[in-house]
């Protein structure tokens, strides 16, 4: 975020639409004009490594950014001199990326081929999680956080992010991306500060969190789920997969919390990157890529944010997701006219804004934006 005195500098977030009459309007054309339009290229350094943070999507899971448009990106780094590869860290919870080996089978599977991205596919904190170093930002809750090596290693750093609903955070966006994904298992255990805890009379006995839970910290006693807090590691699965909605946090005191937490750890990975930004608003499923499905869309699909500034792409996204008409028959509850929140009408208890007030109040970035549309 830029200043001039006390007043702060606007930053632009350039947009394209997904209409297409021409080859020159295809998705694939727009990747490589909002690389450009950007400023992406004054990121990438002749000769050196550059770093493509993108998420792979949970075996399952089809809502991930296609790799053909992955693709744009690299052939536009190459050209310009850059080194490419894409990247991810490895997850908390157990599921088809815990590991670099599971990590990199998937993303095979999910197309992310040398043939199809022409870069080397490599999991950033390695083949168990270790590989990381300790980056000194001196924040309200971290005086360091933990970011994978092999990203923590670059000077340049393009994040593709799916824009999405989440179950705690509102949102998943380029500051969700840049914390949780840019982090070693043991950097994303110290964001996931929260706590989860089954309502009594609501559980049915069924077992699905028993069996995600990455730690074994729930068991059923008399056909009732019951959490160990001192084994769990509030990587919130049990929240996700249980069918009746039995599993909930303290949503006044401990995910306020939890959301600085993650805004800290995305201004530590952030921190002294030459970076740019996609969105992908398409396929805006209610849940994070690391579910092993894909609900249907709550609003249509809009189109592509870029910009140097992660707060103002995240800001001008969840604008833009709210200005929609929700669709019926979706996960969406409430709010579906057009400028209510489809965040909160997914989960009432959310506050996805508040990644982008704390982003902005920490120097992540700017919440003020200027959108710009190249299509």
């Known amino acids: 975020m830029e200043e001039c005195g006390e007043h702060i500098v606007t930053s632009d977030v350039y947009f394209a639409g997904l209409r297409a009459r021409d080859p020159g309007q295809s998705t694939a054309a727009k990747v490589r004009m909002l690389f450009d339009r950007a400023g992406f290229g004054d990121c990438i350094i002749p000769g050196a490594p550059a770093a493509i943070k993108i998420h792979f999507g949970e075996q399952g899971n089809d809502s991930y950014i ?11 780094i190459r050209e310009l001199g850059g080194r490419p590869f894409l990247t991810d860290s490895n997850t908390l919870y157990l599921g088809s990326r815990s590991d670099a080996v599971n990590h990199i089978t998937t993303a095979l599977e999910h197309g992310f081929s040398y043939a199809t991205v022409r870069a080397p596919v490599i999991i950033a904190d390695g083949l168990a999680g270790n590989n990381m170093r300790e980056i000194g930002i001196g924040k309200n809750h971290f005086n360091r956080v933990l970011i994978s090596g092999d990203i923590a290693d670059v000077s340049s750093l393009v994040v593709i992010s799916h824009f999405k609903g989440h179950e705690v955070a509102g949102f998943g966006g380029a500051i969700k991306n840049l914390a949780m994904g840019c982090a070693p298992p043991k950097g994303k255990q110290e964001q996931h500060s929260a706590r989860p805890m089954t309502l009594e009379g609501r559980c049915i006995g069924c077992g699905e969190c028993t069996l995600v839970c990455p730690r074994s910290a729930i068991r059923l006693d008399d056909r009732q789920s019951s959490i160990d807090k001192d084994r769990c590691i509030g990587c919130f699965e049990c929240m996700t997969i249980c069918p009746e909605q039995a599993i909930d946090i303290d949503w006044e005191t401990e995910i306020p919390v939890f959301i600085e937490r993650m805004v800290e750890y995305a ?18 499923t209610p849940d994070c890529d690391c579910v092993g499905w894909s609900d249907t869309p709550v609003v249509p699909d809009i189109g592509i944010l870029a910009s140097r500034d992660p707060v103002a792409a995240d800001a001008a996204s969840f604008d833009l997701v709210n200005r929609q008409v929700g669709l019926k028959n979706s996960f969406l509850k409430r709010n579906f006219r057009e400028g209510e929140d489809k965040f909160m009408g997914m989960r009432r208890n959310t506050d996805g804004y508040r990644q982008i007030r704390y982003a902005e109040e920490i120097g992540l970035g700017s919440a003020s934006y200027r959108l710009v549309e190249i299509v």
């Open 66 to 76: 296609s790799p053909v448009f992955a693709r744009q990106v690299v052939d536009r």
């Open 267 to 284: 201004f530590g990975a952030a921190m002294g990157k030459k970076a740019g930004y996609f969105n992908f608003l398409t396929h805006i």
